[in-house]
């Protein structure tokens, strides 16, 4: 049965524990009060291999309850550095950084590629490739700390929506004869890029809805 390390949260207290399936196990703990819950997940975790085997005797509980933990994205630290989201991540951080920074260095000629530069100030389309800049750096300081094992789910599935909703927008825009049509371009790589970290997510397993209900997945 494989193993993975995993950051659970039980009664807003966290901890690094040994899991099973990569997404949901259960944990035991002493059930009398939840300053009793804090301090069993404060202190060393059961590894799994050891709960299954554990009595209330063992313990020293009068009483032993047994519920869900969650594992998020990038906790396996045997497996994050190979998933496709991460891989998708930095590919769009990659790219954003060599945009933005060729943007600052040369805003009028770049720029230009796509849009008529000549009523733009230099100055704002700098400001435009700092911020560019800023996201590429989001993603590729989220993939690299998700690669070390730090986790990050939120964020991968917030980029696919929110791309969308951006591709969605510079679409109407075109559509309302606000911008030229060369807008589309950047509608379609991000609606692109969207669909690619949805699609890594899936390949990674991150795109099931998980139970929050009072029995756990996984059979001890």
């Known amino acids: 049965m494989s193993e993975a390390v995993g950051l659970a949260h039980i009664s807003r207290a966290s901890t690094y524990h040994k899991v099973i399936n990569g997404h949901f196990t259960c944990q ?6 939840p300053a009793a819950i804090y301090r069993q997940l404060r202190a060393k975790p059961i590894q799994s291999d ?16 047994k ?5 998020y994205a990038g906790a396996s630290k045997e497996r994050s550095s190979n998933q496709p989201h991460i891989a998708a991540a930095i590919f769009t951080g990659t790219y ?12 009028k000629q770049t720029f230009g590629l796509l849009f008529g530069a000549e009523p733009v100030p230099p100055g704002w389309i700098r400001v435009g490739g700092v911020l560019f800049n800023l ?7 989220t993939a690299l700390a998700d690669r070390k094992g730090q986790g990050a789910l939120g964020f991968y599935r917030t980029t696919v929506w929110s791309r969308v909703a951006l591709a969605v927008a510079f679409a109407l825009l075109v559509a309302t004869g ?15 890029g969207a669909l690619s970290m949805h699609i890594a997510l899936g390949r990674g397993g991150f795109n ?13």
């Open 178 to 192: 606000q911008l030229p049509a060369t807008l589309l371009v950047l509608a379609a790589i991000n609606l692109l």
């Open 28 to 33: 035991l703990w002493c059930a009398p009060t």
């Open 135 to 141: 996201i590429g750096w989001q993603y590729l300081g």
């Open 67 to 71: 519920g869900p933990v969650q594992i």
């Open 96 to 107: 954003a950084v060599i945009i933005s920074i060729a943007l600052v260095l040369a805003p």
């Open 208 to 220: 099931k809805d998980e139970s929050d209900g009072s029995e756990p997945l996984v059979k001890m």
């Open 50 to 65: 050891v709960l299954a085997r554990s009595t209330v005797a063992q313990h020293r509980c009068h009483k032993v309850r």
